[in-house]
């Protein structure tokens, strides 16, 4: 009778989540068309061959097959916009609908009119990870990883080649904590952002102090605002004197030949020029100054003796050269390098 009671038990439990099983996958099916439908009015259109939701029993795994995805110009503020994948798997588990993950083998990103693009970019191996909040839905923490990054500018023309990226990872994160008093002085941590990416080609930049190919790119900054600015002159303003500012934790950049890292925090100036103020190490002081001291400004003065400082204010670091620890400032509408301006900065958004 135990036996009886305890195979009885099993199948009602096992027939159960599987009835729970297809009621949540119908369910995810229909809200899935009804959220992609509801998205045309906000200017993004798709279009997809299919749409089949499998993955019994573990996992609920929604695959759209030949996707196209139409962004209005308004949106990308760039003119029109086209993403293209073959094939998406976006899997979520019945316990836990607001974390998703997608994959693609491979996409392609238009920007611009389709026949005569201003920009494409080729992504492979993408993978994205999306948690919503429980109650208002929003994005809460967005990652995405590519195995391989490329993209090209048609105004360079077909000479050059495209540029590229390995090994790409983004992680942006909403509504950070206040973890301790000095945070508590400022406004809240609204967006975290973290780029790394290895191998970067990127041809559209003349070839300069880190080679043709940087070893390690790696970002990582924090914004503080209490709700995130818009990008024109009425929103950055506010922005600004509500006491908002952008940290950057980390700017890492590793060549064969130099190392390069700063931290520091900015804002902007009554002008909306950017106000801040950093501290760097440089490694590969000498191979620098052999760049720069080939350039037709560094020639004649002040660039000769900008680069006679330089040269001076290195200190030396054995078989790894000579290494700076520099004050990078920007204020006043230039950017400073120590007590030298170089640099004549611009506002962020016109009048």
């Known amino acids: ?42 200017g993004v259109h798709a ?25 209005a110009p308004e949106l990308t503020r760039r003119g029109e916009a086209n993403l293209i994948f073959p094939e998406v798997a976006i899997v979520a588990f019945p316990w836990k609908l607001n974390h998703a993950v ?31 909040d429980r109650d208002s839905r929003q994005p809460e923490r967005l990652s ?9 500018y048609s105004s360079l023309g077909d000479k050059v080649p495209p540029s590229e990226a390995r090994n790409l990872q983004l992680h ?14 400022e406004l809240p941590a609204l967006l975290e952002v973290f780029l790394s990416a290895e191998d970067v080609v990127a041809h559209e930049i003349p070839v300069g102090i880190f080679g043709k190919k940087a070893d390690l ?15 024109d002159r009425e929103g950055l303003s506010r922005w600004r004197d509500e006491g908002g500012t952008l940290a950057v934790r980390t700017l890492e950049v590793r060549s064969g030949k130099m190392e390069f890292a700063m931290d520091g925090e900015l804002t902007l100036d009554q002008d909306l020029k950017p106000l801040g103020a950093f501290s760097s190490q440089i ?66 958004a016109a009048e």
Request: net charge negative; aromatic share 8%; no cysteine.
């Open 102 to 132: 997608l994959s693609s083998a491979y996409g392609d990103v238009v920007l611009g009119p389709m026949q005569s693009p201003d920009m494409t970019m080729a992504v492979d191996g993408l993978k994205a990870s999306l948690v919503l």
């Open 47 to 71: 279009f997809y061959g299919d749409l089949a939701v499998e993955g019994f029993p573990y996992k609920i795994v929604v695959k759209l097959s030949e996707l196209k995805v139409e962004l």
């Open 283 to 348: 490694r590969g002081l000498d191979h620098i100054v052999a760049v720069l001291s080939g350039h037709s400004g560094f020639q004649e003065e002040p660039g000769s003796m900008i680069l006679e400082e330089l040269k001076n204010m290195g200190e030396n670091e054995g078989d790894k050269g000579k290494m700076l620890s520099l004050a990078i400032s920007l204020q006043n509408g230039l950017l400073f390098l120590g007590p030298i301006p170089v640099y004549e900065l611009a506002p962020l």
């Open 144 to 152: 995405l990883t590519s195995e391989r990054l490329s993209w090209a």
């Open 217 to 231: 790119i790696r970002l990582h900054t924090v914004l503080h605002a209490s709700e995130f600015p818009r990008y």
């Open 172 to 185: 942006v994160r909403r509504a950070l904590e206040v973890t301790d008093g000095r945070q508590a002085m």
């Open 1 to 42: 009778m135990r036996f009886k009671a305890l195979v009885v038990t099993v199948l009602l439990v096992v027939g159960g989540y599987t009835a729970f099983w297809f009621y949540i996958a119908g369910k995810v099916e229909e809200k899935a068309r009804i959220w992609i439908a509801a998205q045309e009015s906000r």
